[in-house]
């Protein structure tokens, strides 16, 4: 009895948990069927029609949100590609009625696509027009217009209005990009041609395609006439455009396109020139992009008041998938790629933060938003009403085209059998054996800072086809429901219940435009709200083909008065005050006044850039590391150019020392009292031509009273037993001319590849020291490099003391950074050590010794690649500044989740073979790299892994054997992150929060100094890293951090850098006078005055 | 009575069997003495290849190592027809001999190849499921276990003999080498459309070669120059190969003869994101199928068969490796690179371009290299119908001689647009003297 009572105890407590956890999602799924929203795109191929014949068979249709009878309740128009398309009237109360029959707008055409909702004929009636594609040989694809009659009626009058366009349509977003006050119309068209017969050489970019090609169509007293080619836009037979997004990039109250481009060709940013004409700016505004890309959207994600842009591709972000249905290009195809235009590409979403100096950086991968697999519509949105937008993204593809299985073994055996004469291929027979599998739409929660969160409780996460997705205030709650189109699945429909949430605050705007833009389409609202500032733009044209509803929504944390203003797209301004929120406010565009331009504010800046600085550009000698060590990710060649400071002549002025990659040139710049720099002309330096100057320091060797020069010479394009390894002693005469020293240095009698170079009196005999580290053993990444003491014996002549010394720094790592400092305060020498996948080794001088401090750094195990030791805190005891990989990549890794590094030869080839690999959810090791490039180094796990189904799940102990991994060499990184380590008493460190945009790419060089001249230090870093393999991207998206110093241990960084502004890879900073010398590889020399 | 009754059932089942082994099945030893048996599993082994996307070079290793175990086992069994190859080919060392009576040398030697190939190819289970079938059903054919047990541990003992031979072919060194780095300027080879492909085997010269002094004992002559001033020979060669492709269609015979040696193991067809393969034999390959249609109409002998099939896979290996020696030191650039860069940004060529240097042509090479050594077994002038690529739907083609049809071969590669004459021409004399030389050095019959 009592057991009985328990058990349904339990069994309520369950059902009340289960009922519990259904409601709890924000979202609702409907059902469609009692809503009276019945609506699936069915889709039907055959072997004339079907996916390998039409390639955007599997794209999927759209969905338009808009008040087509101006009742206050919004409707909904479903394209379906092949089957008539669908409008439903709302009927309020979450209640639809489908009126396609009697409305006539269920369109003739062969294929629909994307839809739009627009007064396009200035009625005050929302018409809609309808994108037609897929008829590959007839002529069935003219798109349509139907033209809103106001009685629930629509007559098609696409042709009347110039609007019929014959080209494979994909979207349309009208708006005016003249400013003359009617709707001009971005036609967005895909190319007729077929991939794979293009030859990517031919850059067909400039060249018009007279069938197709997006087009730009000017409102002409009603007539849409083609001004693509006057206005600057291309529309040529490799525009695959999937997305086209309109908004002000630049805050000039013009708007600005955005096309995202599938396949090879790369996105466009259009920038509105304000006289009619668009300039494409997309390379020199942003640095990386998606590669197919599909969908995209364009809304302000960090309350900046700036526009970001996200767009779509197809990463799996399920470990399986990646593994089953992902190939990337290799690194000689993606340099093809580049070299022939079409730019940075990568297979996965990307996430453009604008920097407001019309530059983005591409901060997905920190954002964690890079990988949704198959992608198409996403949705910037707040749907929880906190203020910030969230991110929707519709996923899905009907068959896995890219599996991998398929596509080697499945296809090629189904090939020969289906064969049906003259070579030619049963594609419906093939296309029945390509495997279907639904996946997740993925829903993410802005939580601020750059952080979006996948949430499964928002409710949106369910498993499908999706393509096109629009929101819209369904029911009038003041929150945004969402409806999502799907392939062979019926729509979903998602009722928002924010409403319910008592924190959810909101304020909706109902846009009366004027003249012929009926909706004010362009309009920019502005909302105050405690200080915060949110915005929002008026365009419905977002996401994937679809249409979203016109009434722009901000949602607000709190219930305080709101200020609101808003520029119309006449240039005009409507400012209302104290508003109270949670209500749908009608802003009229009548009531726009014009304003005199606002003064701008003189740009508070530390940094201006000088041309007076070195006249150098860097040369990269052309190795490619990965044809060598093909399992690296990173190419470990391009660590320069690094610099030394010193007055060499003893004019008073200290002088710069540039180090050459191999084959180019160290360079000595000497300075004059002007502060201007000129090139030494000396050619002691040829000597060193065949080398890689990997550090290089300044020291007064043998007590002349001169600088002399010591220079590390490293590289990994060397083998282990090239004598171009050894390092250099350079003497000076006092008058700044070097001359090769004859000693043969200990780091000279067994070559090694020399990371970074120091020095410093560790003995506290008056004559200086040095300490040599390391980088790697060429060849066999991975293995412990040593750290080296050279003790100078007075004359000038080194011995290498580290076996009485310091015997813990031989084969302590991969040391790429080095510094003395004195940490414990006892007025001698300490040494810091670190590099990739080591701990912070902090080396306490102890006179005749040097003993590791214990405590934490030892298990920060990072890939540390940058290191400043000063005194930010004045406290007397020096701080550690140490620059890391960084969160904006593919890599992350924790104490819970460390990545690890599993080296051996497994295979018992004589190479070893470094397997990057990263701890799953179960604990156990999974490897980075795919099945192919396994196979590509150990030939031998084809036979245990014959196709990508074995392969997709097995963890590390499958692939390698759990023997051989405990066997292995196994090296750890735990903290990614840049760090500041305040040194507390010389004993403990404690680390700094520091703002998100520090971990936005590796970092290389940090110099501190008093910057802003307020008495304390300040930091900038620089970094980023180009030479990536395409799987994992390049890491692009810094351009330079300055860290101000506010006290109390706060550092802040600023929009803009306050100046301190440099695309590219820095490597180094010289501080030299009140100038910032900063080198890039492969790039010329910058200079900034503070 | 439980007892009594087990037991009488057992005598019974005794007696049946020993009444069916009276009437003895002795089926097996035909079956293994017809040569069919050798071609299925060879022809099981070519399958495996094209499943497993071997590039030509490797494959030609993967044919070589078991046919060179089962022609050792057909030499300890008939000594008097066999010369041993000890002494012969690099590294090679004779076989334990074959002593035990029990074993039947055709199924010792079908193991030793079946095992050896397995060991080289990656679907193991394609080649177990096989073997087993084909063993089961020897047994149902009378096989006794005393045979199949003294030959499968021969067969076993011999493909142990060979793999540890193989292993110090520098194969496996050779996967560790650095992949091909692509150079700047226009005479060099760079990837071609439609995938870009890497290089493949850029350091197949640094295998041992099995005849051969070295890789370099047959160097052609060198290529022109490549020189895109219209009056250059190479100009020429590049243009002929230009307007030939502009000339051919679908209904002339050059595009048929272009497509039936295509022999190209896997291309990619896209269509958009959509993709799919299609793979075929090796070229390689196709010169099996060949051994394979010449020993059935000579109604050679089983270990004729396998002698043929020796001498066949000898010329292909030794062919490879003269011929990658030659791509990768010449880096001679394809026409499709040049043509759309210079003359015609659309041209395709009618076969995809392979992934490796153009001079010289490959097919060439290992098809003269082949022919010369089924010539000296079977004469010239054997005319053949050729069926390889029939399962294909490349349909039959006929040749009056091993030569005729590698001379076809070698011209195909023109007609496909990849290749220019002159790799076609020296190609062929690199092959015929690989050829040539391991006829007048490979003793295999007494």
């Given amino acids: 009895m009592q057991i009985k009572a328990f058990a349904t105890c339990i069994l309520l407590l369950l059902c009340l948990?289960?009922?519990?956890?259904?409601?709890?999602?924000?979202?609702?799924?409907?059902?469609?069927?009692?809503?009276?929203?019945?609506?699936?795109?069915?889709?039907?191929?055959?072997?004339?029609?079907?996916?390998?014949?039409?390639?955007?068979?599997?794209?999927?249709?759209?969905?338009?949100?808009?008040?087509?009878?101006?009742?206050?309740?919004?409707?909904?128009?479903?394209?379906?590609?092949?089957?008539?398309?669908?409008?439903?009237?709302?009927?309020?109360?979450?209640?639809?009625?489908?009126?396609?029959?009697?409305?006539?707008?269920?369109?003739?055409?062969?294929?629909?696509?994307?839809?739009?909702?627009?007064?396009?004929?200035?009625?005050?009636?929302?018409?809609?027009?309808?994108?037609?594609?897929?008829?590959?040989?007839g002529d069935s694809k003219q798109n349509e217009l139907f033209i809103n009659q106001g009685d629930l009626k629509f007559i098609e009058s696409a042709e009347k209005y110039g609007l019929a366009d014959q080209g494979f349509s994909t979207h349309a977003s009208f708006f005016d990009y003249d400013k003359d006050g009617d709707l001009d119309v971005y036609l967005l068209n895909n190319s007729y041609q077929a991939i794979g017969s293009f030859d990517l050489r031919r850059n067909e970019r400039p060249k018009r395609d007279v069938k197709g090609g997006d087009k730009l169509l000017e409102n002409q007293d009603g007539i849409y006439v083609d001004v693509s080619e006057k206005a600057g836009i291309y529309g040529s037979v490799i525009g695959f455009g999937l997305g086209v997004t309109v908004g002000d990039v630049n805050n000039d109250g013009w708007e600005d396109i955005y096309v995202s481009n599938d396949f090879f060709e790369r996105d466009y940013l259009y920038i509105n020139n304000q006289n009619g004409t668009f300039k494409e700016t997309l390379t020199s505004a942003i640095n990386s992009i998606s590669g197919a890309s599909m969908g995209a959207d364009m809304a302000d994600i960090n309350n900046d008041q700036k526009a970001d842009i996200f767009v779509t591709e197809m990463l799996p972000s399920d470990y399986e998938r990646l593994k089953s249905v992902t190939t990337f290009e290799d690194w000689d195809k993606y340099t093809y790629n580049v070299k022939n235009g079409y730019y940075h590409q990568y297979t996965r979403n990307t996430l453009q933060l604008n920097n407001g100096d019309n530059t983005f950086s591409e901060v997905g991968r920190l954002a964690g938003v890079e990988a949704s697999d198959w992608s198409w519509g996403a949705l910037f949105f707040d749907m929880d009403n906190d203020g910030l937008k969230d991110l929707f993204i519709a996923n899905g593809i009907y068959r896995d085209l890219t599996d991998q299985d398929y596509l080697q073994y499945v296809s090629s055996d189904e090939v020969i059998n289906s064969i049906v004469a003259n070579n030619q291929v049963d594609y419906a027979r093939l296309i029945d054996i390509i495997p279907s599998n639904p996946i997740e739409n993925q829903a993410y929660k802005n939580l601020g800072d750059l952080n979006f969160s996948r949430d499964k409780n928002l409710g949106l996460e369910t498993k499908g086809f999706s393509n096109g997705a629009a929101y819209g205030d369904l029911d009038n709650d003041g929150d945004l429901d969402l409806v999502?189109?799907?392939?062979?699945?019926?729509?979903?429909?998602?009722?928002?219940?924010?409403?319910?949430?008592?924190?959810?605050?909101?304020?909706?705007?109902?846009?009366?435009?004027?003249?012929?833009?009926?909706?004010?389409?362009?309009?920019?609202?502005?909302?105050?709200?405690?200080?915060?500032?949110?915005?929002?733009?008026?365009?419905?044209?977002?996401?994937?083909?679809?249409?979203?509803?016109?009434?722009?929504?901000?949602?607000?944390?709190?219930?305080?008065?709101?200020?609101?203003?808003?520029?119309w797209p006449n240039g005009k301004k409507t400012a209302l005050n104290k508003v109270t929120p949670n209500t749908l406010l009608t802003l009229d565009m009548a009531t726009g006044k014009s304003e005199k331009p606002t003064e701008t504010l003189p740009k508070d800046i530390v940094f201006t850039p000088t041309k007076e600085g070195p006249a150098y550009v860097h040369q990269e000698n052309k190795f490619i590391d990965f044809n060598r060590d093909r399992l690296l990710h990173h190419m470990?060649?391009?660590?320069?150019?690094?610099?030394?400071?010193?007055?060499?002549?003893?004019?008073?002025?200290?002088?710069?020392?540039?180090?050459?990659?191999?084959?180019?040139?160290?360079?000595?710049?000497?300075?004059?009292?002007?502060?201007?720099?000129?090139?030494?002309?000396?050619?002691?330096?040829?000597?060193?031509?065949?080398?890689?100057?990997?550090?290089?320091?300044?020291?007064?060797?043998?007590?002349?009273?001169?600088?002399?020069?010591?220079?590390?010479?490293?590289?990994?394009?060397?083998?282990?037993?090239?004598?171009?390894?050894?390092?250099?002693?350079?003497?000076?005469?006092?008058?700044?001319?070097?001359?090769?020293?004859?000693?043969?240095?200990?780091?000279?009698?067994?070559?090694?590849?020399?990371?970074?170079?120091?020095?410093?009196?560790?003995?506290?005999?008056?004559?200086?020291?040095?300490?040599?580290?390391?980088?790697?053993?060429?060849?066999?990444?991975?293995?412990?490099?040593?750290?080296?003491?050279?003790?100078?014996?007075?004359?000038?002549?080194?011995?290498?003391?580290?076996?009485?010394?310091?015997?813990?720094?031989?084969?302590?790592?991969?040391?790429?950074?080095?510094?003395?400092?004195?940490?414990?305060?006892?007025?001698?020498?300490?040494?810091?050590?670190?590099?990739?996948?080591?701990?912070?080794?902090?080396?306490?001088?102890?006179?005749?010794?040097?003993?590791?401090?214990?405590?934490?750094?030892?298990?920060?195990?990072?890939?540390?690649?940058?290191?400043?030791?000063?005194?930010?805190?004045?406290?007397?005891?020096?701080?550690?500044?140490?620059?890391?990989?960084?969160?904006?990549?593919?890599?992350?890794?924790?104490?819970?989740?460390?990545?690890?590094?599993?080296?051996?030869?497994?295979?018992?080839?004589?190479?070893?073979?470094?397997?990057?690999?990263?701890?799953?959810?179960?604990?156990?090791?999974?490897?980075?790299?795919?099945?192919?490039?396994?196979?590509?180094?150990?030939?031998?796990?084809?036979?245990?892994?014959?196709?990508?189904?074995?392969?997709?799940?097995?963890?590390?102990?499958?692939?390698?054997?759990?023997?051989?991994?405990?066997?292995?060499?196994?090296?750890?990184?735990?903290?990614?992150?840049?760090?500041?380590?305040?040194?507390?008493?010389?004993?403990?460190?404690?680390?700094?929060?520091?703002?998100?945009?520090?971990?936005?790419?590796?970092?290389?060089?940090?110099?501190?100094?008093?910057?802003?001249?307020?008495?304390?230090?300040?930091?900038?870093?620089?970094?980023?890293?180009?030479?990536?393999?395409?799987?994992?991207?390049?890491?692009?998206?810094?351009?330079?951090?300055?860290?101000?110093?506010?006290?109390?241990?706060?550092?802040?960084?600023?929009?803009?850098?306050?100046?301190?502004?440099?695309?590219?890879?820095?490597?180094?900073?010289?501080?030299?006078?009140?100038?910032?010398?900063?080198?890039?590889?492969?790039?010329?020399?910058?200079?900034?005055?503070? | 009575m439980k007892h009594f009754s087990i037991t009488s059932l057992f005598l019974s089942l005794f007696g049946l069997l020993f009444i069916l082994s009276c009437e003895e099945n002795n089926t097996y030893i035909q079956s293994l003495e017809d040569p069919v048996l050798f071609n299925e599993s060879m022809q099981q082994l070519s399958d495996v290849i094209v499943y497993d996307i071997f590039s030509p070079p490797v494959a030609s290793r993967v044919y070589m190592y078991p046919t060179v175990a089962a022609y050792s086992i057909m030499q300890q069994a008939f000594p008097e027809k066999y010369e041993d190859l000890e002494g012969q080919i690099s590294g090679f060392t004779s076989?334990?001999?074959?002593?035990?009576?029990?074993?039947?040398?055709?199924?010792?030697?079908?193991?030793?190849?079946?095992?050896?190939?397995?060991?080289?190819?990656?679907?193991?289970?394609?080649?177990?499921?096989?073997?087993?079938?084909?063993?089961?059903?020897?047994?149902?054919?009378?096989?006794?276990?005393?045979?199949?047990?003294?030959?499968?541990?021969?067969?076993?003992?011999?493909?142990?003999h060979i793999l540890g031979w193989a292993d110090t072919d520098f194969y496996k060194q050779t996967r560790t080498y650095p992949k091909y780095t692509i150079q700047e300027g226009t005479a060099f080879w760079k990837p071609t459309p439609p995938d870009y492909m890497e290089g493949i085997e850029p350091h197949w010269n640094k295998i041992r070669t099995l005849v051969l002094e070295s890789a370099d004992q047959f160097e052609p002559a060198a290529p022109y120059p490549v020189d895109m001033d219209k009056n250059s020979p190479f100009y020429k060669e590049l243009l002929e190969v230009y307007e030939l492709g502009e000339k051919i269609d679908g209904s002339t015979e050059a595009t048929q003869i272009a497509s039936f040696w295509d022999c190209n193991p896997y291309v990619s067809h896209h269509r958009g994101h959509a993709m799919f393969a299609t793979k075929k034999i090796t070229p390689g390959g196709h010169w099996i199928g060949i051994t394979k249609i010449a020993t059935t109409q000579a109604a050679s002998s089983f270990d004729e068969t396998v002698h043929a099939y020796t001498r066949v896979s000898a010329a292909l290996f030794d062919g490879f490796i003269s011929c990658w020696n030659t791509k990768w030191n010449k880096l001679i650039v394809r026409p499709e690179t040049l043509i759309n860069e210079f003359l015609d940004e659309t041209w395709l060529p009618l076969l995809q371009t392979p992934p490796f240097p153009e001079y010289t042509s490959g097919h060439s090479v290992i098809s003269r290299a082949a022919a010369v050594a089924l010539t000296d077994i079977y004469g010239d002038n054997f005319a053949f119908e050729d069926t390889t690529e029939e399962v294909y739907g490349l349909g039959v083609r006929s040749y009056p001689s091993f030569l005729a049809a590698s001379e076809e071969a070698a011209i195909s590669r023109l007609y496909g647009g990849i290749h220019y004459r002159?790799?076609?021409?020296?190609?062929?004399?690199?092959?015929?003297?690989?050829?040539?030389?391991?006829v007048s050095k490979l003793k295999t019959l007494k």
């Fill in chain 1, 17 to 137: 948990w289960s009922c519990d956890k259904q409601t709890n999602t924000l979202f609702e799924l409907q059902d469609n069927k009692s809503i009276g929203l019945e609506f699936e795109n069915k889709l039907s191929f055959s072997n004339e029609f079907n996916v390998y014949t039409y390639r955007n068979f599997y794209n999927g249709g759209g969905v338009a949100i808009g008040d087509i009878n101006n009742d206050g309740l919004v409707d909904i128009y479903l394209t379906a590609n092949q089957e008539s398309n669908q409008l439903f009237l709302n009927k309020g109360n979450f209640q639809f009625e489908n009126i396609t029959e009697t409305s006539g707008v269920g369109g003739n055409r062969a294929w629909s696509t994307g839809v739009t909702m627009a007064d396009v004929n200035a009625d005050g009636l929302l018409d809609i027009y309808v994108c037609n594609s897929g008829d590959v040989k």
């Fill in chain 1, 636 to 1090: 470990m060649s391009t660590p320069g150019p690094k610099t030394t400071k010193g007055d060499i002549n003893g004019d008073g002025f200290e002088d710069l020392i540039i180090g050459g990659s191999k084959g180019n040139r160290s360079e000595i710049f000497m300075a004059d009292s002007n502060g201007m720099f000129t090139v030494n002309n000396h050619f002691i330096f040829n000597k060193d031509l065949a080398s890689e100057v990997t550090d290089l320091t300044l020291l007064d060797i043998d007590q002349d009273g001169d600088l002399d020069l010591y220079m590390g010479h490293g590289g990994i394009e060397f083998s282990k037993f090239s004598p171009e390894l050894a390092d250099q002693i350079y003497l000076n005469d006092g008058q700044g001319n070097f001359s090769e020293s004859k000693q043969e240095l200990p780091t000279a009698v067994q070559f090694f590849n020399t990371g970074v170079v120091k020095s410093g009196d560790i003995d506290g005999d008056g004559d200086i020291d040095l300490f040599v580290g390391e980088r790697s053993i060429n060849g066999a990444y991975g293995l412990p490099g040593s750290g080296h003491l050279l003790v100078n014996n007075g004359q000038g002549v080194f011995e290498d003391q580290t076996e009485t010394l310091a015997p813990m720094l031989q084969k302590i790592g991969m040391i790429s950074i080095a510094d003395f400092s004195d940490i414990d305060g006892d007025s001698d020498l300490d040494l810091v050590l670190s590099g990739e996948f080591m701990g912070v080794h902090i080396l306490l001088n102890e006179g005749s010794k040097f003993t590791a401090m214990a405590g934490e750094l030892n298990q920060e195990k990072g890939w540390w690649s940058a290191l400043n030791i000063t005194d930010l805190n004045a406290d007397g005891y020096p701080d550690l500044i140490i620059g890391n990989h960084g969160e904006n990549s593919r890599f992350k890794a924790s104490r819970e989740r460390p990545l690890a590094l599993f080296v051996k030869d497994y295979d018992e080839n004589g190479a070893l073979d470094p397997i990057l690999s990263f701890m799953g959810e179960d604990n156990k090791y999974y490897p980075f790299n795919l099945r192919h490039n396994l196979i590509d180094q150990m030939k031998g796990l084809k036979k245990r892994f014959p196709d990508y189904k074995s392969f997709k799940n097995a963890d590390l102990s499958q692939i390698l054997t759990q023997e051989a991994m405990d066997q292995s060499l196994k090296l750890e990184a735990n903290e990614l992150r840049t760090k500041i380590f305040i040194n507390q008493g010389g004993t403990q460190f404690r680390a700094l929060d520091l703002p998100v945009s520090v971990q936005m790419a590796p970092v290389f060089a940090i110099e501190s100094f008093d910057f802003d001249h307020d008495g304390d230090l300040d930091i900038v870093m620089g970094g980023n890293l180009f030479r990536v393999k395409p799987e994992v991207g390049r890491y692009d998206a810094s351009f330079g951090t300055y860290l101000e110093n506010k006290g109390n241990d706060v550092f802040s960084s600023f929009p803009g850098n306050k100046g301190f502004t440099l695309r590219g890879e820095i490597r180094s900073f010289q501080r030299i006078k009140n100038r910032l010398i900063v080198t890039r590889n492969s790039d010329s020399i910058s200079s900034f005055k503070f």
């Fill in chain 2, 95 to 160: 076989i334990p001999s074959l002593s035990d009576p029990k074993v039947n040398p055709h199924l010792a030697a079908i193991h030793a190849f079946l095992k050896v190939g397995t060991a080289l190819i990656f679907s193991e289970n394609k080649m177990d499921s096989y073997r087993e079938a084909l063993y089961e059903k020897l047994e149902e054919e009378g096989l006794p276990s005393a045979v199949k047990e003294a030959s499968l541990a021969y067969g076993e003992a011999v493909a142990a």
């Fill in chain 2, 422 to 438: 002159r790799a076609i021409e020296e190609g062929v004399k690199q092959g015929e003297a690989v050829g040539n030389y391991q």
């Fill in chain 1, 484 to 567: 999502v189109n799907n392939v062979n699945m019926p729509l979903f429909v998602y009722k928002n219940q924010s409403e319910k949430n008592p924190k959810n605050h909101f304020i909706q705007f109902k846009i009366k435009g004027a003249d012929k833009n009926t909706q004010g389409i362009g309009a920019q609202i502005t909302v105050v709200q405690e200080g915060n500032t949110y915005t929002v733009a008026q365009q419905p044209i977002r996401g994937f083909q679809s249409s979203m509803d016109l009434k722009p929504h901000i949602g607000l944390p709190s219930a305080s008065p709101v200020d609101i203003s808003v520029l």
